[in-house]
């Protein structure tokens, strides 16, 4: 059975699109080099500055099917248009070998690995305000009309669903959400 004999423990961090996730996810990263991030596949488009290997493997629709037929992913969700999913091998690996693993992935997803995965530690990130969740990824200018439309319907849906989650923070004050982030993970005592 795969994790069966982890010994690393791994931590999945969810919140709507435009919330903050990766900027607390690189934060955490930056302060906290123990921690391993798993790298997704997407059938989504690079946006600019993003490198395959890196941010994501930028895969074909083709490409995804054939992991998802063989296996491959630890989970795997559609959003916004696009399927994203978590390489399940370079997880096991890190696990057996003691690291504390990070998944950043949607609400699907996160709901899969709870599944199959139930110790691992779910956060959920929220905004402060639906309308601040607007401004953010309106602001960050990556996305365009339709996409930021997509996702925030979904906002809505996956805000729903914070209840399910062993933990939520609220991303207001990016470095207060760090240490709250670090603290739950047990990366700091109390203060
Ligand atoms: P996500 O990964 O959840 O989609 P990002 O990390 O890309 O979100 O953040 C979306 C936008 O919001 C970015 O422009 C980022 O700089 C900004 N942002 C993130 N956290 C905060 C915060 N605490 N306060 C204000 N702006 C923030
Ligand atoms: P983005 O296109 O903004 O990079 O990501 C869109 C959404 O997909 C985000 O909510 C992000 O957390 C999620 N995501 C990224 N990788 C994965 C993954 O491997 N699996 C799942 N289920 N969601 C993912």
């Known amino acids: 059975m795969v994790f069966s004999d982890s010994i690393g423990k791994l931590t999945v961090i969810t919140g709507p699109s435009g919330v903050g996730k990766g900027s607390l996810v690189k934060q955490l990263l930056e302060r906290n080099k123990q921690i391993w991030l798993s790298v997704s596949a997407t059938t989504r488009r690079p946006r600019k500055g993003e490198k395959d290997g890196d941010h994501y493997f930028f895969l074909s629709h083709e490409q995804f099917l054939e992991l998802v037929e063989s296996g491959g992913f630890l989970e795997w969700a559609k959003f916004a248009g696009n399927c994203y999913g978590t390489p399940s091998e370079p997880i096991n690996k890190q696990l057996k070998g003691g690291r504390a693993?990070?998944?950043?992935?949607?609400?699907?997803?996160?709901?899969?690995?709870?599944?199959?995965?139930?110790?691992?530690?779910?956060?959920?990130i929220s905004p402060p305000s639906f309308e601040e969740l607007e401004l953010r990824i309106r602001g960050r200018a990556t996305d365009n009309d339709e996409a930021i439309r997509l996702r925030m319907n979904r906002a809505k849906e996956e805000l729903k669903a914070q209840n399910e989650f062993d933990a939520v923070v609220v991303n207001d004050d990016l470095n207060v959400a760090v240490l709250e982030l670090e603290k739950l993970m047990g990366l700091r005592k109390n203060n």
């Open 101 to 124: 693993v990070l998944l950043e992935i949607e609400l699907e997803g996160a709901r899969q690995v709870r599944e199959s995965f139930p110790e691992a530690f779910q956060v959920f």
